[in-house]
């Protein structure tokens, strides 16, 4: 089984800047991650892509945050980063972190999506 723990939402004026992380754990250990990447959902809208690094390495961003955002990664930790800049009200959601991962407990392996438990981020005029 696979966790992944999310820090770094909170309030912010216009303008500034906040770095959201998110590690993936596992009860045993973690063998490929294929996907991983941020979502979020503002009251009364539908969840979206942030940004994201593909199965192939490469990455996606919404283009609402082109330009502003920047993820990255560090393998060593299972950790991807969300660097915000430039922030808007209009980035002001809930912010969910989602991987594909395999992991194996010495048995059996697992794969599937993961979501954290979402991280707020309030961006005040």
């Known amino acids: 089984q696979v966790q992944l723990v999310e820090s770094g939402g909170g309030l912010v004026q216009s303008g500034g800047s906040l770095r959201l992380s998110c590690a993936a754990t596992?009860?045993?250990?973690?063998?490929?991650?294929?996907?991983m990447g941020w979502y979020r959902q503002a009251p009364g809208k539908q969840r979206e892509l942030v940004a994201r690094?593909?199965?192939?390495?490469?990455?996606n961003y919404a283009d609402s945050v082109k330009g502003r955002f920047t993820i990255s990664r560090d393998d060593a930790k299972n950790t991807v980063y969300l660097q915000m800049n430039s922030l808007k009200p209009e980035d002001t959601a809930d912010y969910y972190c989602?991987?594909?991962?395999?992991?194996?407990?010495?048995?059996?392996?697992?794969?599937?999506?993961?979501w954290g438990q979402g991280t707020q981020v309030t961006v005040s005029s």
């Open positions: 596992a009860s045993g250990n973690i063998v490929s991650i294929y996907t």
């Open positions: 690094f593909t199965s192939g390495g490469s990455t």
């Open positions: 989602n991987a594909e991962i395999m992991s194996t407990n010495g048995i059996r392996y697992f794969r599937g999506p993961y």
